[in-house]
Structures are given as C-alpha cells and as structure tokens.
C-alpha cells in the first residue's frame, strides 16, 4: 500500500505558466493507479501526453487524484496485461498475439503455426514463400497457392530476397520476425502496403489495409 | 510405275520414283500416286523417298482444288507415319522457308499440324527439333503485316492472327509435355529452353509490334489471347514473372555463358513483357501483388530507357507509357536520392530530353514533357535538387533549362511556407543552384534570343525571390549573394541586352534603307532577296516584308527582357534605400 502523499503545488503554483505540463504529468503518472491515468487520458509518453492535455485538464486530475486518492498501489491488482491473460497451454496454440512496436504499429502480425524458432532471415537472404492476400472486406486479391479443387496448376512459392525494400514494407518487416516453417497472419497499414496510391487499374483499392496469411517454406 | 521389291536401291531408282512421283501429282494424278504409296511392296522406298514428294504435294493442297485434296491429304498422311521424322521435318521446313511471300500464311496453317505430328513421333529427342521448327514458323510470321486497328485486327486480311491462333494450337502438346512438375528431366529442361526461347522471340516479334486494344474496344481479341498465351507458357514452363523482369538487376544462377543469357533473355523480348504486364494489363493477375512499386519501377527503368533510345514512334510511345503507368504508383516525393546513383535514373531523363527536343512527332514530344514532370514529382527533396543540378550541366537546351528553373522555383515557393522549410531549397545548399541558375552561359556574348526561355525563367525567378523573401529573413540567402548576382548576371544581361538591341536597330535601319532602294529601282525580273545576318549566321534569304517582321520580333523580345531586369532593378533599389 502506498503512503498517502503530500500535495507539492497549490493551485496558484499550478496555475502558474512557470510550472511547465510536463511536471505535472510525470507527477501523477509516476504516483498514481493505472485505471486512474487511462481514465483522464494521461497514458504513454509524457512528451505526447504534454501535446493533447490542457494545463487546466492536468490541474483538474491532479486535484482529483488527491480528492480521490487512487494513487498507485492502492488499487487491487488489474495490471495484468491482455497479453499474459490470453496464454494458453494447449497442444495446438492458436492466437498469440505479438505486437510490434515501432512507433506507431503499421502491421500486426499473428502466429497460425509455429515455425523451428531457429532459423530466421537475415538481410539479403532468399526466401520463399505461399501465401494469399485478401482486403479488409475479404476479398482475395492474390495467392499462390495451388487449389486443391481445380486441376493443379504448376505454381512454386513466391521467391525473393527480403528486407531489400523489393516487397511492400509490411512483408519486409513481418517475415524477418517468422521463422522457417512459420504461417503467420499479417495485417499491413496502407503506409507499409500500397499507400495513399494503391494500385491503379487493379485489386487494390487506395488507403488498403491487406491481410496476408503467409507460410515461410524457405530461407536461403 | 512398277513396284520395286529389293532394299538396294540405286541413285537411278530414287530418281525415278521422285520424278515420276512429283510429275504425277503435279499432273493431278494423285489418285494414282496414293495407291503405289500406300502399296505394302513399295513399304521401303516410300520410308526413304517419300518425303520428297512433299514439295509438289504441298503446292497442290495450297493451291485447294477440290479434285485433288482428299488423295493429296491421304498422301501426306501416309508418308507423315512411315518416313523418317528427321527427314520429314526438314522436308516440311523447307516448304515453310521457301514459301512465296503470297501464301506464308496458308502454308503455314497447312503445314502447322503436319509439323506436330512429325515432331512428336521424335518422342525424347524432339526438343532441338522443336526449337528449329518454331524458329522458322516464328521467322515467316514475322514477315506478315501487323494490324493496327481494331478493324485490320477483325478482318485480319494478311492472316496474322490465325497464324498466331493456330501457332498457339500448335505448341500446346510441347508446353503440357515440358510442364511435368518436379525437377524437370534434363530432357524436359532442353525443351523448356526451346519454349523458353519461342516466347522471348514472339514478344518481340509480333508483339512489339502490336497495339492490343483493349477488352472494351475489342471483346474477342487473337491477338491479345496470343500475349496472353505467351506469358502462360512462360509459366508453365517455370519462368516466374518477376524473376524475367527484374532479370536486369538480378543474376540468374543457372545460366551459363553471357551469350547463352543474351539468347535465352533478350532484352528487347523482357522490355515488351514489362509493356504488356503493366500497359496492357496481360495476366497481370498472375503477377504477385507483394512487390514494392518503387522496386517495380527500378525493374523497369532499363526497359524503358531502350524503348526511349529508338526513334521508331511505337517504341517511344511504348517507353512512355510504360514510365508513366510505372510512376503513377508512387506517392509524390517517395523516391530517395539514392536511385539517381543508378545508371538508368540518368539514362531515362536523358532520353526523355532527347524527345522533348528533337521528335518530330507533337504528342510524343508533349507526352514525353508531361512524364518528365510526372517523374520530377514523385523524387524526394534531396533527388529533386541532384536532378535539377543535373539537368541544367546536361541538358543542353534553352527550353528544358528554362522549364527546370521554373521547377526551382515553384520548390522554392514550396519550401518558403510556413513548417515546409527543407535544406535543400532554403538556405546553404540553396546557394549553390542559384548560381547555377542565375548567369548567362557565354556573358554578354549569349545569345539571348536562343536562350530565351532560360533568361526569361531566371529572371523571373530572381523578381520572385525579391519580392518573397523578406531582405531582413533572408531564408534563401538571396539578399546577401545579390552583389554577386548583380556582377555575374544582371550585368551582363544588361549589356548583351544593349549590345542586340544595337545591332538588331541597326540591321532593321538596313533592310528599310535597302527595301527603299529596291523600290526606288522598280526593277520586275530582279527578285527582293537581301541577306541578313544575325548573330554571324546568315539567315535564309526572305523578302524584306518578312525580314522586318523578325527583326521587329526580336526587338520586341528583348523589351521584355528588359522590362523584367528593369522591375528587378527597382525592387532592388527600394529595398536598398534607407
């Protein structure tokens, strides 16, 4: 349990333009409960957080969080991250949701199948692939893969050297994280697909969000 | 004719048998030839000789009287099944080569399924064979006019589009063959290179040729079914799209020997795939929808630089419409300075340069200005200032100079609003351009009439950079290199300007003191034809009528000059008062 802490400005000081947001920002996150901060909006980088809050939202939370004294510690333990929530130990791991982080995220990817965990592409390396690409609506626009209803066609998988900037960032990115015998399901931003432009005179519309599910046969 | 029981035949005896065989079905007897053919005794000379009767059969089923088909046909059946197939192959080959100019298309059609016929009985030995035949059929398609429009497409007078058609037929049996999935046989690979190097020479010829319309324009197109066809094949035969596109840039481990390359991947062949792919949409949708538009672009540069380095209007046209359709995918300011270090990135605008200046045709010359903007737009901050640098040492021309000054300007402008500021075209590296912008190439010696739209845009540009940039920010640094322009540019101009309005004064007191004379000599049979020079060239002769038009045109074109160096001036010199 945390100790009841002392208030270090009075209103006057708060108000007051020599006392810069910042302050005030890392004072209540560093001392008050998680629910508290996502209720006022106060999550994340004290930096972004400076940008979006007005100095009299920033007076309001802080008086409130005297006033209601959630400080951090005194609530019970709902820290617990979604991530941890949905481990699961079964034979057959279905969702595990990695998200990667690099600023703001341009794709998600999801592990369908796991790969060796052993041999990821580096830079410049070979790498093949199946796979099929669909549009947020469903739609598939593109696959590989040989179907198994019609007579088969002749098809390889897709071969190319990865992490060049010869696919669409999204794939770049997303397969360097899977391993040899991987499928994952890659959800791209249009930023790291085909962008405010899509492509003109075909399947892919401008601002396209495509979903690729992708089996990574080979690398080198 | 007797029948002929031994083996051992005599130079005589084949002679006999071929001379008699042909003048016979040439007579119209092939009834008659038919039945000795197909006589059991007459079994092994038929297996040797028979295929010399080709030549004369052939002709009689082109020329198509009734009478004589079903025999002839049944002839050449006959002898399809029981000579030799290397034999017959060269025999029909031969019919092919030498097929009058006339009728290359119906003996091609004729002959196609024998040829088929003859080459799959040659079971795994058939690939060279197969690569020869084609050869040949492709060689004399060849020669057969292509049809541009619509209409010349559907009436299909000289019959290029049933060749094609029928060609396509004709190959099937060999692509299914050679598609055997797995690791092919080194069998299967012989004839995989032999299709291979069918479809690099059909991309070139006839499609490179062809303008496919469109599935709107022209529903049931054999043309169009042709390249779409072609690019199958090279898919059924393992030929991933992107590999043979970014062939290029990319090393293909297996082939050995640069000429094996040149043959097996032309270039010519690879730039008309990339046409037809991201033109004409052909199997588009068999081309992976993964790759980056800017790596697409890169692929592309090298096939549009050779399109642009022809001067044939099809292949130009071909050039920009596949740089075009190329850059459209990009987001503007997208491609890094890094792409200008790729030869093709200075080949392409070189070329296109080339058109804009020298193509007599208008829409290619306009199109061709309109791509270069397209591509000036989709390079970043940093490109766009290398190219502009570029451009003005290497163009050469008074009108592309003036057309990039004006694109400095307009990044200048862009990059003086407000959150826009760039390094580029602001502050230190800014300097550097403008000098390169703001000077006259020869002094007060330059030609200002030639260099017209250069001054123009430069001076405009320096009016624009006084009046923008306010003299206490200084954000382009243009107030504090003034003194230096004023030396290098304005200077000068103002002396040149001095120095042409003289002479050009002077040449149009002339020419009306000597259209006076004339006059005054009223002399009929003499021609008015005086000589003018300008700028120590001796102008074609003119009447005097249009001597002072140019003379006049010129004075006035060096008033504008000069009312724009006077407005600077004055801006100058307001700015500069206390």
Known sequence: ??????????????KSDDLPKKDIIKFIQDNSAHSFLAEHKLMGNIKNVAKTAKKEQLIIAYNDLFESKRFLGSEPIEDVTEHVKNVKIDDKPKEVVEVVDEGPPKFFKSVLKKGDKTNFPKKGDNVSCWYTGSLEDGTVFDTNIPATARKKKQSKPLSFKVGLGRVIRGWDEGILTMSKGETAKLEIEPEWAYGKKGLPDSKIPPNAKLIFEVELVAVD | MQAIQDDNYTTEDYDVFQIAGRTCIEDGESAQVLSIVVDEENKNIVRCMGWNLLGPLVQILLKKEEKNLPHCLAILTH?????????????????????????????????L????????????????????????????????????????????????????????????????????????TPKEDELRTELLKFCMKSLCEPLLEVQLKDPETLAESPL?????????????????????LCHGLLRRREVPGFLEEEVCYPKESLA?????????????????????????????????????????????????????KSLVRLEDNSLPVQLMELKSFFSVPQN???????????????????????????????????????????????????????????????????????????????????????????????????????VMESLNLLRYLLIRDKEWKNQTGIWTELY???????????????????????????TKDNSKKTNAKESQTQESVCSLTVGNEKMP?????????????????????????????EIIEVKEKP
């Open chain 2, 484 to 510: 230096k322009i004023e030396e290098r540019f304005m200077k000068p101009l103002r002396m040149g300007l001095n120095m042409s309005k003289a002479h050009y004064e002077a040449e149009l007191q002339n």
């Open chain 1, 1 to 14: 349990m945390a100790a009841e802490l002392t208030r270090e400005w009075s209103d006057e000081q708060l």
């Open chain 2, 224 to 244: 169009r079914n042709f390249a779409t066809e072609i690019l199958g094949i090279l898919s059924d035969i393992g030929e991933s799209l992107p590999e043979l």
């Open chain 2, 113 to 184: 399924q024998p040829l088929q016929k003859v080459l799959l009985r040659l079971g795994g030995r058939k690939a060279s064979s197969v690569g020869m035949a084609l050869s040949t059929l492709l060689g004399q398609v060849a020669r057969l006019p292509v049809p541009q429009t619509k209409e010349q497409e559907e009436d299909d007078v000289f019959s290029l589009c049933r060749c094609c058609s029928a060609l396509l037929v004709f190959v099937r049996p060999f692509v299914e063959e050679a598609k055997q999935s797995g690791t092919p």
């Open chain 2, 352 to 454: 296109l340069v080339k058109v804009m200046t020298l193509c007599p045709i208008q829409h290619l010359r306009t199109k061709a200005l309109k791509v270069l903007q397209l591509s000036i737009n989709k390079f970043d901050t940093e490109a766009k200032y290398k190219f502009f640098q570029c451009m003005l040492k290497t163009s050469h021309h008074a009108g592309v100079e003036g057309y990039i000054i004006k694109n400095i300007k307009n990044q200048i402008d862009f990059a003086l609003k407000p959150e826009k500021g760039n390094e580029w075209f602001m502050g230190v590296h800014l300097l550097p351009l403008l000098r390169q912008v703001l000077c006259l190439p020869q002094g007060p010696e330059t030609d200002l009439l030639q260099n017209l739209d250069r």
């Open chain 2, 79 to 111: 002898l399809l099944e029981v000579c030799s197939p290397k034999e017959l192959l060269v025999g029909l080959l031969e019919q092919v080569e030498e097929a009058h100019p006339d009728s290359i298309a119906e003996t091609v059609i004729l002959l």
């Open chain 2, 541 to 569: 002769n003119m009447t005097p009528e249009m001597q002072l038009q140019v003379l006049h045109s010129a004075l006035h074109t060096f008033d504008m000059i000069e009312s724009v160096l006077a407005r600077i001036e």
């Open chain 2, 272 to 324: 008309s795939l990339a046409y037809l792919l991201f033109v004409q949409h052909i199997a588009m949708d068999t081309f992976p929808t993964v790759f980056s538009s800017v790596f697409v672009l890169q692929c592309n540069m090298e096939y549009i630089n050779l399109f642009l380095s022809r001067t044939e209007e099809s292949r130009l046209q071909k050039g920009l419409d596949l740089y075009e």
